[in-house]
């Protein structure tokens, strides 16, 4: 097993939207792609994308982590049964990267490593959902995978109406559960931002004939504790689906403080880059493994190499791969879902666009998603990403 070459590019993800922390109209994303030969006459071409919320990488990618994974060696990307061994990768990537700090680095990382598993898998002729099936569990995979509409930014003008129109679009594209963002009102003090949140909420809520449990509010970090428990004693009565990211996401033991008080579901993690902080989230965070959502981005967080080392992590503390429903609504992660048996998977129909989304012939229904059968992550059937991909 091979690098054959490696090819990267940045492009933009247009969008005038906003959550309550950042503008996403300067968003961009690294796209790479790897040809990778077996040594038997094989060969793959495996591509990689940056989930959203963080920027493109290309000097972290020409410096450090493009050269290394050049420079590894047959031995170290070849597994026993002669398959691509994405662990050998990574560590090739790695050397010489001292522990903490997993900022911009993680990043760069998993989409090399998202880029690898596409070749793994198309080398191995499946799926990459059949392939984790396979490798970690013993062949069985799920049917499907629950899925949920995020959306529900702020864009400037955007009234209630605009928002109930939006989440109406969703119900219409098969979608069972929402997602809407809060606490971003601009410039507002906190108890005019609440009430300006409660009419939305409960606008969205009389649309889904009063069932709170099929909405999830996003608040992207952005309270400290005494915004994050006012809001969760205004929330606590709708039984929403959860509670996302209320706190800053490094700050664990105020996690704990508002688990002690708020008893519906609290979801976070999109911000964590490596087992060792999820690991101290769990460790120190309060959360609870009965009900309580994780929602680590393996693309975001040096890919599923260490994504496998946060599911080992959380089954040694108790906590079932049921619970976790990653971020960024990308096919990486849906593959994972099915073939690990995860909790469900992000969706953003109509934002972060082609990266958001999955393949052409596979339309949400009752809120669940079948997997295509194209070998890899199947991006080639997603006509809107290849047509950026194929450009590499
Ligand atoms: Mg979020």
């Known amino acids: 097993m091979r690098i054959a070459s490696i090819r990267q590019g940045v492009v933009p993800i247009s969008s005038a939207i906003a959550n309550a922390y950042i503008d996403f109209s300067k968003m961009t994303a690294s796209v790479v792609a790897i040809t990778v030969e077996d ?62 700090g997993h900022g911009d680095r993680s990043v760069a990382v998993g989409v090399l490593d998202m880029a690898l598993w596409d070749a793994a898998a198309k080398l191995a002729g499946v799926p990459l959902w059949r392939l984790l099936a396979d490798r970690y569990r013993g062949g069985q995979a799920d049917d499907s995978a629950w899925v949920y509409a995020a959306g529900g930014y702020y864009y400037p003008g955007k009234g209630v109406d605009a928002l109930v129109e939006e989440m109406k679009r969703y119900l219409g594209m098969g979608y069972t559960t929402v997602k809407m963002k809060i606490g971003g009102a601009p ?24 069932d709170g449990s099929r909405l999830a509010v996003d608040v992207n970090g952005r309270f400290g504790l005494h915004a994050a428990l006012t809001y969760g004693a205004a929330l606590q009565p709708f039984g929403l689906r959860w509670y996302e990211e209320p706190l800053d996401p490094l700050d664990y033991s105020t996690h704990a403080a508002l688990a002690e008080q708020y008893m519906p579901p ?16 769990i460790r ?8 309580d959502i994780l929602q680590f981005d393996p693309a975001l967080s040096y890919g599923l190499v260490e ?10 503390h108790g906590w ?69 991909l194929k450009d590499l």
């Open 307 to 316: 994504y496998l080392r946060t599911l080992e992590m959380l089954a040694r």
């Open 187 to 210: 410039g507002t003090a906190l108890k005019e931002a609440l009430s300006e949140d409660m009419a939305r909420i409960e606008a969205v809520v009389k649309l889904l004939g009063g």
């Open 284 to 291: 120190h965070g309060g959360l609870r493994p009965d009900r």
């Open 266 to 281: 609290i979801a976070t993690g999109e911000n964590l880059f490596s087992m060792l902080d999820a690991r101290n989230l």
């Open 39 to 100: 040594g038997a006459g094989k060969k793959a071409t495996g591509y990689g994308f940056n989930s959203n919320g963080r920027y493109a990488q290309p000097g972290l990618l020409t410096e450090r982590f493009i050269p290394r994974l050049q420079a590894a060696t047959e031995a170290e990307l070849t597994r026993k049964d002669g398959g691509l061994r994405p662990a050998g990768a990574w560590a090739a990537m790695m050397r010489n990267e001292k522990p903490g």
């Open 320 to 388: 079932s791969p049921r619970r976790c429903v990653p971020h960024g609504g990308h096919q990486f992660a849906l593959n994972i879902a099915v073939g690990l048996g995860l909790g469900g998977n992000e969706s953003y129909p109509e934002v972060f666009a082609p990266f958001g989304g999955f393949a052409d012939s596979t339309p949400v229904v009752d809120g669940r998603i079948k997997m295509p059968d194209t070998p890899g992550i199947g991006f080639e059937a997603k006509s809107a990403l290849w047509a950026v």
